[in-house]
C-alpha cells in the first residue's frame, strides 16, 4: 500500500521560512520524480516544484523561483521544500506527489491529482 505524507505546514509571517517535507512509502521512491503543489481557498491547484528521481533536475513555478528550493533524500525515502522568504500569496495547502516516472514530465504543473500518488496535504500561512 503507498502511502505519501506531508509535515512541516506553520502560520508564519511575511518574510519567514518554512521546511516541508514529504516521506513516502510502498513505492519504488527514487524510482520517482516528485513534486509540490499547493491549493489557496477558492483557487485551482497549481504546480509549484518538481524535482527527478536522481535530483539533477528541478522546476519551479516562476513566482517562487530563487525563494523556494526542491530536494530529495533517497536514502530516507523523503522530499524537502525550504520555503524563504514567504509572502502572503505562499498560503494554502500544500500537497507531495509522486506521479512521474524518473523524470519530471513536461506539463507537471497541471498533472492530475487522479495521477499517481498524492499526501493529503499541509496547511501554511502567511500572514502580512
Known amino acids: 500500500q503507498v502511502q505519501v505524507a506531508e509535515a512541516g505546514g506553520d502560520f508564519v509571517q511575511a518574510g519567514g521560512s518554512l521546511r516541508l517535507s514529504c516521506t513516502a512509502s510502498?513505492?519504488?521512491?527514487?524510482?520517482?520524480?516528485m513534486g509540490w503543489f499547493r491549493q489557496a481557498p477558492g483557487k485551482e491547484r497549481e504546480g509549484v516544484s518538481c524535482?527527478?528521481?536522481?535530483?539533477?533536475?528541478?522546476h519551479y513555478k516562476a513566482s517562487v523561483e530563487g525563494r523556494f528550493t526542491i530536494s530529495r533524500d533517497n536514502t530516507q525515502n523523503t522530499l524537502y521544500l525550504q520555503m524563504n522568504s514567504l509572502k502572503p500569496a505562499d498560503t494554502g495547502l500544500y500537497y507531495c506527489?509522486?506521479?512521474?516516472?524518473?523524470?519530471?514530465?513536461?506539463?507537471?504543473?497541471?498533472?492530475?491529482?487522479?495521477?499517481?500518488?498524492w499526501g493529503q496535504g499541509t496547511q501554511v500561512t502567511v500572514s502580512s
Open positions: 506527489a509522486a506521479a512521474w516516472r524518473r523524470y519530471c514530465s513536461a506539463s507537471w504543473s497541471r498533472t492530475s491529482a487522479a495521477s499517481g500518488y
Open positions: 524535482i527527478s528521481w536522481s535530483g539533477g533536475s528541478t
Open positions: 510502498g513505492l519504488p521512491f527514487d524510482d520517482y520524480a
